[in-house]
């Protein structure tokens, strides 16, 4: 492909395991899927919102949250037992590896963990060229009702509940000058 992506620093990005340095924040196949998505066509901008790397950015993240993960399996796993899928309902390590590690009863350092966590990134990878090529091919559809975060008057995944339950509480609303 040439540059930029012989010199791309793929290094720099390693922090992004374990949901940033361990954090649990975005799951890093989320994360790296937005760099990728941007990196190729471009951060937000003005127009319709299934022309930037944003549109489709955010595509993955609903996808990853509503998806029983991981839809891939290699041919030759490492692991030979059953990888079991889990939906998250949440972009989140700290969600996603969570209700995967309850529901399968696997510690956070067994290999069968490191080998899901592995088969989430294939296939977050996987749908989101998915997503490029249909891009590429002009047949890209947006899958999310994304809005930017000013339209839900806080930064946050879309399915408030899924932490707040039922008594989500009401941002502020922006003071009249
Ligand atoms: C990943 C979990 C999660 C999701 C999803 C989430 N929140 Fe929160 N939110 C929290 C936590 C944790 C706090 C801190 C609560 C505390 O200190 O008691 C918080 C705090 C807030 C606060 C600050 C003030 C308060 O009264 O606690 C507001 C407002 C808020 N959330 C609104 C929302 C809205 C609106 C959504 C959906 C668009 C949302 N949240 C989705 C976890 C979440």
């Known amino acids: 492909m040439g540059e930029p992506y012989t010199s791309f620093p793929s290094d720099a990005f390693v922090f992004l395991e374990g949901g940033m340095v361990g954090w649990g924040t975005i799951c890093g196949s989320n994360a790296g899927a937005n760099i990728v998505a ?98 590429k091919d002009g047949t890209y559809k947006q899958l999310s009702a994304w809005k930017p975060a000013s339209n839900m008057g806080v930064t946050a995944q879309q399915n408030c509940t899924e932490c707040h339950g039922s008594t989500i509480p009401t941002p502020p609303a922006a003071k009249k000058i």
């Open 38 to 135: 941007n990196a190729i066509i471009g951060p937000r901008i003005a127009g319709p919102e299934c022309e930037n790397g944003a549109a489709i950015g955010a595509d993955t993240l609903q996808w990853y949250s509503e998806t029983a993960l991981p839809t891939f399996t290699p041919k030759e796993p490492r692991q030979k037992v059953k990888i079991i899928q889990t939906t998250s309902n949440s972009p989140l390590c700290h969600v996603s590896v969570g209700k995967w590690m309850k529901e399968a009863g696997y510690a956070l350092s067994s290999p069968e963990r490191r080998d899901r966590c592995a088969r989430v990134a294939a296939s977050v990878a996987y749908q989101l060229v998915q997503n490029l090529n249909a891009w």
